[in-house]
């Protein structure tokens, strides 16, 4: 298989270790390829649902982070599960939850060991807004294989 598109986000980050363990509980993310010893430590972890990773790479010091509204974003299965990932987060919650209604659904950010913001929401719509751009691009009038055909624009 030949990468194709966007693969990657890289971020840069003191301990790799602490990394890990808040990127798999927050979002369900692990570890597929790790290289290096410390402190050039650099790992890939992906919650294996679509070829992309997060690159943490590991520096003696992180001068800027994704702070502000800038932000990883993952889908949740539910409001329940922003919420229970929300309690579990205690301190690093930073914003939220919030119930913003269509199109940006229910979120909160939740700050790494490093200080980045990871934004866990449920309701976005992503995958939809892609889909029915992919359809458009095909010259498909559908959003899925299966689904009702939309109407004209």
Known sequence: MVDVGFTHVALPVTDPD???AFYERFAGMEVVHR???PPEVVVWMSDLTRPFVIVLL????VTHVLGGFSHLGVAC???EEVDRLCEAAGDRLLLGPVDSG???GYWAFL???DGHNLELSFGQDV???VVMARS???GSRTEAAGAQALPPV
């Open 35 to 37: 290289r290096g010893d």
């Open 127 to 129: 995958g939809l807004a």
């Open 58 to 61: 590991q520096m003696p010091e």
């Open 111 to 113: 700050a790494d060991p």
């Open 136 to 138: 458009e691009t095909d």
């Open 18 to 20: 602490a990394s890990i």
């Open 77 to 79: 299965e539910s409001r």
């Open 102 to 104: 269509p199109p940006v």
